[in-house]
C-alpha cells in the first residue's frame, strides 16, 4: 500500500516561489526514480524533473535554472523548490515513483499551482 502525497500547491503572482513536497509511506523497492509532472488545462502532461536514488537530475527545458528537485531517500520524499513563477508554469503538479526493475509505478493525486497577477 504504497501512497504518494503532494503539498504545497497555492495561488502565486509571478515572480514568487513555492516549495512542493512529495511524502511516500509504504514499502518501495529501491532503485526507482522519482520525478515531477505537470499538465495544465489546455496542454498535455509534461514531464517537470527527474531524480533518480543515486541523485541524477534531469530537468525539462522551460524550468532549468529556475526549480530545483530533490530528495530524501531516508524520509522516501521529494521537493521541488519552484523560482520565479511564471504564469505558464500553471498546472496541477503530480509526483511520481516508478521503477523497470521492479515493475511499478505510483503517482499521487496532484496539487494545484497557479500563478497569475
Known amino acids: 500500500q504504497v501512497q504518494l502525497v503532494e503539498s504545497g500547491g497555492g495561488l502565486v503572482q509571478p515572480g514568487e516561489s513555492l516549495r512542493l513536497s512529495c511524502a511516500a509511506s509504504?514499502?518501495?523497492?529501491?532503485?526507482?526514480?522519482m520525478g515531477w509532472y505537470r499538465q495544465a488545462p489546455g496542454k498535455q502532461r509534461e514531464l517537470v524533473a527527474v531524480?533518480?536514488?543515486?541523485?541524477?537530475?534531469n530537468y525539462v527545458g522551460s524550468v532549468t535554472g529556475r526549480f530545483t528537485i530533490s530528495r530524501d531517500n531516508i524520509r522516501n520524499t521529494m521537493y521541488l523548490q519552484m523560482n520565479n513563477l511564471k504564469p505558464e508554469d500553471t498546472a496541477v503538479y503530480y509526483c511520481?515513483?516508478?521503477?523497470?526493475?521492479?515493475?511499478?509505478?505510483?503517482w499521487g493525486q496532484g496539487t494545484q499551482v497557479t500563478v497569475s497577477s
Open positions: 531524480i533518480t536514488s543515486d541523485g541524477t537530475i
Open positions: 511520481n515513483a516508478r521503477s523497470l526493475a521492479y515493475d511499478y509505478n505510483y
Open positions: 509504504g514499502k518501495i523497492f529501491s532503485p526507482y526514480v
